[in-house]
């Protein structure tokens, strides 16, 4: 449903806008330089408006000098990071300084795309910050380069869209306190045509003065502060989903429908992630339900004139053929997602997001549909079973919703249960919590093995049901309990080895090191952030979490301390979100073994996942695709009792499995 302004404030808290290396020796090698200059100029007027923070790069600037003073006046009182490395989070400090100001979502803007942009917004993502490539605010050498970089990150499931749109998302409706401030801002930039005459390059000194006199009748342009000559105003090249019309659509490419109306925006954006967060969203297998949406070309919902509609996810039943309008439909889905939205007409209506695992579609649903007004009492992650006729609009699915009703608990297991319906580990979840128990029971240290019962028992049935994260590895319902087990049974595995680890310490750190994200995330059917995941985040909220049950379980305070050093230290990096780095020898063990299942748990999505290509789409946590196929091992009747390897420089030999009397009892 929609949001409240209190919400879309916590929101903005959390967004900045990062504008990358806006210097003038970069301006003058792109050929649009004054263009992205005017953009950038309006992305940070906007920021500004909306109350987001704005940061700024510069390369080498001792060298190739700073950025060009007319984005400077605009924010005057923004940090500036000098930098030496082609991603902006390498520059010193920043990463540390986002993270202190609680940021989880960037804004990237600036040049050059397939250089600093792309490696900045890569880097942002390992580093689990959520990102939105601002489309029309960047920019390169070579055109060509930069509209294949942008697809790239699209299909690394980035945000890729103009900014106009992203700010008009982030107020959510026309009733935000600051919706009509900012369509000023939209109307003094409304007349960026590529046709005016370009800009002298010393005119870049100067602040941005407003645009010319819109084309079109829906924008009327404040007066520009100071009066400038024509051939002084800075040009600026429309992003392709825009017209001068307002305003502009949604890059279906982006996981967006669009909307061409001023108050249709999505009242409730998730996460993003995730996130809810009411933020610009990384969803989870963005790229994969991209790719079945090129296989169906039915991305969006219906984006008429009249009533536009926002969704993040279009059909993904790639493998069926398209079926025919009018043809009748009946299906049990989950509903991911119901924001309240108003035509240009001031009629509302719903955008609503219906799926199940295997995809999503949006449909609009207006307020004299019968079924309107029971989806306005449902909360998002109900189960619905809902009726209707296949539809199509400009190519797209946009089904018409006849009936509707909300499925009752116990009629779920008829279709299947949960599984059928959502993501889910692959092992039985039942097994995983009796595995759990078992992993608890061998902590022999008593005030130890009560702390993680206590803990446990704090955070009740939520543990087991909520996801390891909104997008990177285990993002799924029970993911956190998967994720759990996993590396607890990879330290049972791994303890012999290292003596000098504590075990039993080591095997309550491992239980209880994710143990926040139970309080981060909400709702098992349709996850979001909760407040607290948003204002303190996991780390915090799990050491919190562990301290109160290791007071209770009279846990001496030595114990307690390095068990929360556990849990402050577990992800490993600062710019990771490690309050600490690890340091006593169980915090690097689970610390590895962490950051081992969460790689290995988007290795084995990407195998589960079924498709036929040879490797996968580009997976963020491993910076590369990953091949699928399996090794193209000897057969068992092979001889391979002499195979020449090289360790160390010098030849080695791997005896065969028949040599047993060769292999040490310890190694067996």
């Known amino acids: 449903m929609g949001r409240d ?142 509209r294949i970089v942008l697809q790239a990150l699209a299909g690394a499931s980035c945000h890729v869209l103009p900014a106009e749109t992203v700010f008009y998302s982030m107020l959510g409706n026309s009733a935000h306190r600051l919706f009509h401030e900012y369509t000023e801002l939209v109307k003094a930039y409304a007349g960026d045509i590529p046709s005016i005459a370009p800009m002298p390059r010393e005119a870049r000194t100067r602040k941005p003065p407003a645009a010319p006199q819109s084309q079109s009748p829906d924008f009327a342009p404040r007066e520009p502060a100071e009066a400038l000559e024509p051939s002084e105003v800075l040009p600026a090249e429309l992003p392709e989903s825009a017209d001068l019309g307002f305003p502009p659509a949604f890059d279906a490419d982006d996981s967006e429908d669009q909307s061409a109306d001023v108050a249709s925006t999505d009242e409730s954006r998730k996460d993003d992630s995730g996130e809810t967060r009411k933020r610009p969203r990384r969803r989870r297998g963005g790229a994969r339900r991209r790719k079945a949406r090129e296989r169906t070309a039915a991305e969006e919902a219906d984006t008429s004139s009249e009533a536009g509609a926002t969704g993040e996810s279009g059909p993904e039943e790639a493998s069926e053929p398209e079926r025919e309008a009018g043809e009748e439909f009946e299906a049990v889905l989950v509903l991911r997602k119901c924001a309240v939205r108003t035509a240009r007409n001031d009629n509302t209506y719903l955008s609503i997001e219906l799926g199940d695992r295997g995809g999503a579609f949006t449909a609009n649903v207006f307020s004299d549909n019968a079924v309107s007004e029971i989806f306005r009492e449902c909360k998002e992650g109900v189960v619905v079973w809902v009726a209707g006729r296949i539809d199509h609009y400009q190519g797209r699915f946009s089904p018409k919703l006849i009936h509707a009703r909300v499925v009752a608990d116990h009629e779920i297991e008829s279709i299947g249960g949960l599984e059928a319906l959502v993501e889910v580990p692959p092992e039985k979840m039942d097994d995983l919590r009796a595995e759990l128990a078992a992993q608890i029971a061998r902590i022999s240290h008593e005030p130890l093995r009560r702390t993680v019962e206590l803990a446990l028992e704090s955070v009740a049935d939520t543990f087991y049901t909520t996801p390891a994260a909104m997008a990177m590895h285990h993002a799924y319902r029970g993911g956190l309990l998967e994720h759990t087990v996993h590396v607890t049974r990879a330290a049972i595995a791994a303890l012999p080895l290292y003596p000098e680890v504590p075990a039993d310490i080591a095997l309550a750190g491992a239980v209880l090191h994710d143990i926040g994200k139970a309080h981060e995330y909400s709702g098992s059917l349709a996850p979001g952030k909760t407040r607290s995941g948003h204002l303190q985040g996991h780390v915090v909220l799990g050491y919190r979490l562990v301290r109160r049950a290791g007071i209770r379980a009279k846990l001496s305070e030595d114990l307690l301390e390095r068990l929360e050093h556990i849990v402050l230290s577990h992800q490993g990096e600062l710019e990771w979100g490690a309050a600490v780095m690890a340091a006593t020898p169980e915090a690097v063990f689970v610390s590895m073994l962490d950051n081992l299942d969460a790689k290995m748990g988007m290795v084995q999505r990407a ?62």
Not at 650 to 664: G, L, N, Q, R, Y
Request: aromatic share 4%; proline share 7%; net charge negative.
């Open 5 to 146: 302004q209190s919400r879309t404030s916590d929101i903005l808290e959390a967004v900045t806008l990062l504008v990358v290396d806006m210097q003038e020796t970069f301006l003058n090698a792109v050929p649009d330089g004054d263009a992205v200059v005017r953009r950038c100029a309006f992305a940070i007027e906007a920021a500004r408006t909306l109350g987001i923070r704005v940061v700024f790069t510069e390369q080498v600037p001792e060298k190739l000098g700073h950025m060009a003073p007319a984005l400077r006046e605009l924010a005057p009182d923004a940090r500036v990071f000098a930098k030496n490395s082609f991603s902006a989070l390498g520059a010193n400090g920043l990463a540390e300084h986002l993270r202190k100001t609680g940021v989880y979502h960037l804004l990237i803007a600036g040049i050059e795309t397939p250089v600093c942009v792309y490696q900045t917004a890569l880097h942002a993502q390992d580093s689990d910050f959520d990102v939105t490539v601002l489309s029309d605010c960047v920019s390169g050498r070579r055109g060509d380069d930069a």
């Open 607 to 668: 195998l589960r996942m079924g498709e036929s290509a040879e490797f996968s789409e580009h997976l963020p946590g491993l910076k590369s695709p990953l091949l699928r196929t399996p090794p193209k091992l000897a057969s068992p009747g092979a001889d391979r009792a002499q195979i020449p390897l090289e360790l160390g420089g010098s030849p080695a030999v791997i005896e065969s499995p028949d040599a047993a009397d060769a292999i040490p009892p310890e190694r067996e």
